[in-house]
């Protein structure tokens, strides 16, 4: 079964995606946007340990090894985590646009069941762009960067400022966040958009 909801097709007077000038060169390796993120992060022990790189246009690929705490069924990887990982992959091209945004609306086909130990080749394109809505798509393949798509997805990203963090996140993350200078440079960085 597929198909997507209505609020996923960008309307009419929708543009297309603009690659920054400043984004990462095609290939390089994206890093963590946060220690802690459960998707790309090297403090969180059961984390994804999500690898993306910049992609060409505005597109990023990335890497994820399915372990046995990822699990749902015996053996296999929890749709939960799958959509976490086409999630963070998605997320991952604000590095690309040079735009701090969030997922409004994520959906999910899940079309092959997808083993522990398997490495998920991901990749996620921005497809338009209207005012602070970013409309885009991402595909996780077996076996390689062209294998079959065991997953895919269609999702809303909405833009936010630094604020969204500040304002919502927990007081002692936040309070850590903050005192951490790299983390600061690196999240208002993506606040300058000329
Ligand atoms: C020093 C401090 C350091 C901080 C460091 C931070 C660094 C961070 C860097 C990078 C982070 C990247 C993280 C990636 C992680 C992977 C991605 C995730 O999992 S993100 C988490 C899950 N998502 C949420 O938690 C969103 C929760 N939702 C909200 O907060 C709000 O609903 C929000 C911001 C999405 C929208 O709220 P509004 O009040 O700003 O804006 P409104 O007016 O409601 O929406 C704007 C437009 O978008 C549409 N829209 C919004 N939500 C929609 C939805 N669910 N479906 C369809 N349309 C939607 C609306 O209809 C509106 O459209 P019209 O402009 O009127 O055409």
Redesign the pocket.
């Known amino acids: 079964m597929s198909g997507t909801s209505s ?2 097709n960008p ?1 009419a007077d929708a543009v297309a995606p603009v690659r920054h000038p400043d984004a990462p060169a095609p290939g390089e390796l994206l890093g963590t ?2 220690e802690h ?1 459960f ?2 992060g090297g403090g969180q022990e059961h984390g994804l340990h999500l690898a993306a790189r910049a992609g060409e246009g505005v597109s990023v690929t990335a890497e994820f090894t399915v372990r046995a705490a990822h699990q749902g069924a015996p053996g296999l990887a929890h749709g939960g985590i799958l959509a ?1 990982a086409l ?2 992959t ?3 091209l ?1 590095w690309v646009l040079r735009t ?7 959906e999910t086909d899940f079309l092959l069941p997808v083993p522990v130990d398997t490495v998920l080749y991901l990749e996620a394109e921005v497809t338009a762009v ?4 970013i409309y885009c798509t991402a595909t996780g393949r077996l076996g390689g960067p062209d294998g079959d798509v065991a997953v895919r997805a269609d999702a ?3 833009e ?1 400022k ?1 604020d ?3 304002d ?2 927990r007081p002692e993350e ?1 309070r850590a ?2 005192e ?1 200078p790299d ?2 440079r ?3 960085a ?1 606040e300058v958009n000329p």
């Open positions: 609020v996923l309307p946007h946060y993120c998707g790309c976490t999630d963070e998605l997320g991952s604000h701090i945004a969030v997922t409004g609306r994520l209207h005012g602070r809505k809303l990203f909405i936010v630094v969204h963090f500040i919502n996140g936040i966040a903050m951490d983390q600061v690196r999240a208002r993506f």
